[in-house]
C-alpha cells in the first residue's frame, strides 16, 4: 500500500527565512501531489497541486517540486513569516480505483518573529 | 456559497452509544469525503460518494461505521455501538466530483468516546 513519509519533528525557523518541507512516498507512482495547511482545530486547507510531469510549481511565496525518480516532493515557503506557522500536509491521489487522497502525517511549521 | 459545514462540532458520548455526524457539502460539489483523524496522524480515507453510491466502502475501519447521502448533498456518518478507539476528528470533504483534483475541507467533528 501506498505510504508518505513527512518529518514528525516540528521545523522552526526564523522570520524571513526559507522554510523546506519533505514529504517522501513509497510503492505507487502518483498522478499528481497536493500540499495542504492545516491549522489547529481546523480542517486542511488547498494549497498547491503539482502533476507527475511537472518539476516544479509556485504560488505566491510558495513552491513546490516534485522529483518522480526519488519520489519525493520539497515544499519551500519564502520569506516566512509568523502567519505561516501550520501543519502542512501533503497527499497524494491512490490508484484510480479508489477516489480519494493518502495523506501524510504532517509536519508542523514555526516560524519565530 | 459557504464552505462545507460539519455538526455537531464536538460530540461526547459513552461507550456503546451510537452516533451521527452530519456533513453538508459546497453547493454543486457531488463528490464527498469523509477522513478520520487521531492525535497527531494522517488523515485516514473511510469513504467518498459521487452523488449518492459510494464505490468504495473498504476504508470503513469496521461494520460499525457506516455512511448515506440523500439528495447528492448532506451526508451523515454513523458510527454504532462507539469504542474509545473510535475518539478522533472526523472531517468531511467535497469537490465538484470525483475527477476534481482539489477538495475542499470542513471544520470536522470532534468526537471523545468515554
Known amino acids: 500500500s501506498q505510504k508518505i513519509e513527512q518529518n514528525s519533528e516540528a521545523l522552526n525557523i526564523q522570520e524571513g527565512k526559507t522554510a523546506t518541507l519533505t514529504c517522501n512516498y513509497t510503492?505507487?507512482?502518483?498522478?499528481?501531489l497536493q500540499w495542504y495547511r492545516q491549522d489547529p482545530g481546523r480542517g486542511p486547507v488547498f494549497l498547491l497541486l503539482?502533476?507527475?510531469?511537472?518539476k516544479e510549481k509556485r504560488k505566491e511565496r510558495l513552491k513546490v517540486t516534485f522529483d518522480t525518480t526519488l519520489k519525493q516532493s520539497l515544499f519551500h515557503i519564502t520569506a516566512s513569516q509568523p502567519a505561516d506557522s501550520a501543519t502542512y500536509l501533503c497527499?497524494?491521489?491512490?490508484?484510480?480505483?479508489?477516489?480519494?487522497?493518502?495523506f501524510g502525517s504532517g509536519t508542523r511549521l514555526q516560524v519565530q518573529p | 456559497g459557504a464552505g462545507v459545514s460539519q455538526s455537531p462540532s464536538n460530540k461526547v458520548t459513552e461507550k456503546g452509544k451510537d452516533v451521527e455526524l452530519r456533513c453538508d457539502p459546497i453547493?454543486?460539489?457531488?463528490?464527498l469525503y469523509w477522513y478520520r483523524q487521531s492525535l497527531g496522524q494522517g488523515l485516514e480515507f473511510l469513504i467518498y460518494?459521487?452523488?449518492?453510491?459510494?464505490?468504495?466502502k473498504s476504508g470503513l475501519p469496521s461494520d460499525r461505521f457506516s455512511a448515506e447521502r440523500t439528495g447528492g448533498s448532506v451526508s451523515t456518518l454513523t458510527i454504532q455501538r462507539t469504542q474509545q478507539e473510535d475518539s478522533a476528528v472526523y472531517l468531511c470533504?467535497?469537490?465538484?466530483?470525483?475527477?476534481?483534483?482539489?477538495?475542499?475541507f470542513g471544520p470536522g467533528t470532534r468526537l471523545t468516546v468515554l
Open positions: 453547493s454543486g460539489h457531488t463528490a
Open positions: 503539482i502533476r507527475e510531469n511537472e
Open positions: 470533504a467535497s469537490s465538484l466530483s470525483v475527477l476534481t483534483d482539489t477538495q475542499y
Open positions: 510503492n505507487y507512482s502518483p498522478a499528481y
Open positions: 460518494f459521487q452523488g449518492n453510491s459510494a464505490p468504495d
Open positions: 497527499a497524494l491521489d491512490m490508484d484510480t480505483g479508489r477516489r480519494a487522497l493518502t
